[in-house]
């Protein structure tokens, strides 16, 4: 009679909760060992798959010592990327399956060698590297076989049906002229006032009225220079001189707007920030080049295209979602 009812309660527990246990009765006891944590179509994705795939990831969140509170929420956050992308390779591998895409024996030699070769491997370099991150040769095998067949769907699915123009290279340059070189360069000079934090508002209002002071003799056409000599005795030390050319995008976001619509040979207001009170005079503003398209043109297409790649193919990814049954069970 025992062992009917455990008979039963290992069928309803597949059945209603998606639960394998294991007949482990010495105790009187039944221990789970594995089960089921999401169904994809025709196929089901076990505990002891997600474990394996979460393992090299837990073992690095625990030599890091996090809180217990927050080593839970990042081991929680892991099981979720990690059941999503078991839940994709179910379905990508179905459709291999669909499709009856194959690789070879020799496909996969010939990608292990490129990869030996890229990185300078042996054939005991690479046994030792993957003995270092937990993988057998075979299993590294099968994880090479894997990446070709679904390399191959996505050539099938979405590769072969982009296109890149000369006209999305030219868009895609003209856009990003900054990244190939094209910048504009500010040479300045400042002089200023510097403030700590605990200063009191008394003390900051006097500073800034010495700032106040200093703008009025560059407004009357004294130099950086000779303000700094002027005020050399005043009750708080004026600092400045030249700081050199600098790009745009690399300036403090207030020293940007402050200076972006001055000429050469002007003077900004009184700028506040965190080093203290200052005032920058634009010396002189060059702009360089980009580098030319020709020299840029296959770069840029290599960079749209995988950039299409992956839209295209997450696209793919979520209308295959769209049209297959997935259940998970928590």
Do not use: C
Request: charged residues 30%; neutral net charge; glycine residues 4%.
């Amino acid at each position: 009679m025992a062992k009917q009812t455990l008979g039963f309660i290992i069928l309803t527990s597949i059945l209603m909760t998606g639960t394998i246990l294991n007949a482990s009765i010495s105790s009187g006891n039944t221990e789970v060992v594995d089960r089921i944590v999401a169904i994809v179509n025709e196929d089901i994705i076990s505990l002891k798959d997600l474990n394996e795939q979460m393992r090299p990831f837990i073992e690095k969140i625990s030599v890091m010592k996090y809180p217990s509170e927050q080593e839970r929420l990042m081991i929680y956050k892991v099981r979720e990327e990690m059941l999503n992308q078991l839940i994709d390779q179910k379905l990508t591998d179905q459709e291999i399956i669909r499709y009856k895409i194959t690789a070879s024996d020799k496909e996969v030699d010939n990608a292990i060698e490129r990869i030996k070769a890229t990185n300078s491997y042996t054939d005991e370099n690479l046994r030792e590297a993957l003995k270092r991150e937990g993988f057998t040769i075979e299993e590294y095998r099968k994880r090479i076989k894997d990446h070709i067949l679904r390399s191959t769907l996505v050539n099938r699915e979405i590769k072969a049906k982009i296109v890149i123009t000369r006209e999305d290279i030219k868009a895609y340059y003209d856009k990003n002229l900054d990244a190939f070189g094209a910048a504009e360069k500010y040479h300045i000079e400042v002089i200023m006032i510097k403030v700590s934090e605990n200063m009191d508002s008394l003390t900051l209002k006097h500073i800034h009225k010495q700032m106040e002071d200093i703008q009025q003799n560059i407004k009357d056409g004294k130099s950086i220079d000779e303000v700094i000599r002027l005020f050399s005795n005043a009750p708080y030390k004026v600092l400045g001189g030249d700081l050199g050319s600098f790009d745009f995008s690399s300036l403090d976001p207030n020293i940007r707007e402050a200076i972006k619509k001055m000429k050469p040979g002007q003077y900004s207001e009184i700028i506040e920030t965190d080093q203290g009170y200052k005032i920058f005079r634009l010396i002189n503003m060059v702009k360089t080049e980009a580098r030319p398209l020709d020299e840029l043109s296959e770069q840029i297409e290599n960079k749209l295209y995988k950039d299409i790649v992956d839209q295209k193919f997450t696209a793919w990814l979520k209308e295959l979602k769209a049209r297959s049954y997935i259940k998970i069970i928590q």
